[in-house]
């Protein structure tokens, strides 16, 4: 399966799930090329659209043509192939340069540098070398229930990066005009671990009005590496208090896909899409219990996490 990346949108992530569940049965795997710049946006997406995966789907591509006599492309066609042969991957991956990731743990970091994907808060499933080092441990488990799809996604959402010095009069009448034309989710980029100015007080209560009508507010960090920890700072107290859920640790392109399939699923109501955007489905995100204590946290928190930690479920 072949993609031009620049037009590539949910309609295009469907016909590809509806290709494989086509062809489910007559292969043991498949590979999908396509260009980079929305490979990790894909690869979320088909996570999270092919429920109880049991072959291996790997997406690849190249950061050099193949027409050209120096590329990348060879070797990642060779070694997705490979892997998509493999009987103990059941889940959708990206393999690049040198790493297979977890499809909705990728994202793209470098436009011009071979290693252009990272999987910034999991580990690779495996890398190569002069070797081949699987992590298996990491590997999801073979699926409980039967092959099926999922394809509609409700984009109806925006995305918000906040910067310093932002006009929050500017950003609500954005939201209130958005709300307008039927918005179903916003997420925000917000700093550190989930934090904004604590003097706009506006821009919160815009989000709370956005909440009771009905759009579901997601907060996601700006920061390569680390998590959304809200009700850590007093900011994160008052998203808590306007009904904003947290991405936890998932990157941009998972939070987005996740939570556009979630809005397509006709039989949840938004209380449920907020409830499981928070729900760990495809290896998206680390479950609560598993991230660190946050930052100048007290000792009494820490043992409650070294504790949760140590528990065996």
């Given at each position: 399966?072949?993609?031009?990346f ?16 086509t ?7 498949f ?10 946006c894909a ?25 050209e ?23 959708v991956?990206?393999f690049?340069h ?14 011009s ?23 298996y ?15 509609y ?27 307008q ?26 989000l ?26 007093a ?23 996740k939570?556009?399939?979630l ?19 495809r290896?998206e ?8 204590p ?6 009494y ?10 528990r065996i479920?």
């Amino acid at each position: 399966l072949h993609f031009c990346f620049g037009n590539i949108n949910q309609g295009d992530w469907a016909m590809l799930a509806r290709d494989i569940n086509t062809n489910y049965f007559h292969f043991d795997g498949f590979v999908v090329l396509m260009g980079t710049d929305t490979m990790a946006c894909a690869a979320s997406a088909l996570s999270f659209m092919l429920q109880n995966l049991g072959r291996p789907v790997i997406f690849t591509g190249s950061q050099i043509p193949l027409r050209e006599p120096y590329n990348d492309a060879r070797k990642n066609l060779i070694m997705a192939t490979i892997f998509a042969s493999s009987d103990t991957i059941t889940e959708v991956c990206i393999f690049f340069h040198d790493r297979l990731v977890r499809g909705c743990r990728a994202t793209k970091v470098n436009t011009s540098k071979l290693m252009a994907f990272d999987s910034p808060n999991f580990s690779p499933l495996a890398e190569i070398g002069i070797n081949l080092e699987d992590n298996y441990h990491l590997y999801r488990p073979p699926p409980r229930g039967s092959f099926k799809i999922n394809t509609y996604m409700d984009t109806r959402m925006i995305t918000l990066r906040l910067v310093p010095g932002f006009d929050d009069a500017s950003i609500k009448a954005m939201i209130d005009a958005a709300r307008q034309t039927h918005l179903k989710g916003l997420i925000l980029q917000l700093y550190g671990t989930g934090n904004l100015p604590s003097l706009k007080g506006d821009l919160v209560q815009c989000l709370a009005d956005a909440t009771a009508a009905g759009v579901v507010v997601v907060a996601t960090t700006q920061c390569q590496t680390g998590s959304v920890i809200m009700g850590h700072y007093a900011t994160g107290q008052k998203l808590l208090g306007a009904g904003v859920v947290s991405a936890s640790d998932m990157t941009i392109e998972a939070t987005t896909t996740k939570l556009a399939y979630l809005l397509g699923r006709q039989d949840l109501s938004n209380s449920e899409v907020r409830d499981l955007m928070t729900v760990d489905f495809r290896g998206e995100m680390t479950p609560e219990s598993d991230l660190p204590p946050p930052p100048l946290a007290s000792t009494y928190q820490k043992a409650i996490a070294k504790k949760n930690r140590s528990r065996i479920y």
